[in-house]
């Protein structure tokens, strides 16, 4: 009972925050408010056959990042979204390596040892495959801090075939769409 409430106030609470930091188009497209200041890095998400599906603007914020997501092509659904230890995005994804976790910390938000810095929450895409999300994290940093994402050998984010459940077993399945976190220009 307590993890369903924690759950379900932690989705209530993301899903409260994300209207202040999107413009909605009435079209299903959305785009950050226009006083925000340049991200600064980005990801272009490729899927396995490399073909662009979408892009993930990071912004530095006083609370760590904020992660803008906007994907097409992905299957109905919530799926697992993290960042990994690795800036790269062949051999089917495992190039990119395990989310990043530079504490040592147990995997899933919903773990008594503390989260990995790369775990994130759940993205979901809507009946028409349309994913648009805002995700913030206190635990990573660009370049400073305990878990900087821009640190020698970079850092990837990962979109996988399901959700994650948020515990010690991510349970994602598969990875999807991979994309190389860079500083924008």
């Known amino acids: 009972m307590f993890r369903t409430t924690t759950m379900m106030t932690a989705t209530a609470a993301a899903l409260l925050a994300a209207p202040a930091f999107a413009e909605s188009h009435g079209d299903g497209s959305s785009e950050m408010s226009g006083d925000m200041a340049s991200p600064a890095a980005m990801a272009t998400l490729m899927d396995q056959s490399g073909t662009e599906v979408g892009q993930v ?39 990119a390596g395990d989310h990043y976790q530079p504490g040592g910390n147990g995997h899933g938000l919903m773990s008594e040892e503390g989260a990995h810095a790369g775990d994130l929450p759940n ?63």
């Open 57 to 95: 603007d990071i912004y530095e914020t006083v609370e760590g990042l904020l992660f803008h997501v906007e994907a097409t092509g992905m299957p109905e659904g919530a799926h697992g979204f993290h960042v990994h230890q690795t800036g790269e995005c062949s051999d089917d994804f495992t190039s």
């Open 123 to 185: 993205v979901f895409a809507d009946d028409s495959g349309n994913v648009r999300a805002d995700l913030t994290s206190a635990r990573l940093s660009m370049e400073d801090g305990d878990a900087p994402i821009m640190d020698d050998d970079g850092s990837a984010i990962i979109v996988h075939e399901n959700g994650d459940t948020y515990s010690s077993d991510a349970g994602a399945g598969g990875r999807i769409a991979c994309g190389v976190i860079e500083a924008a220009s």
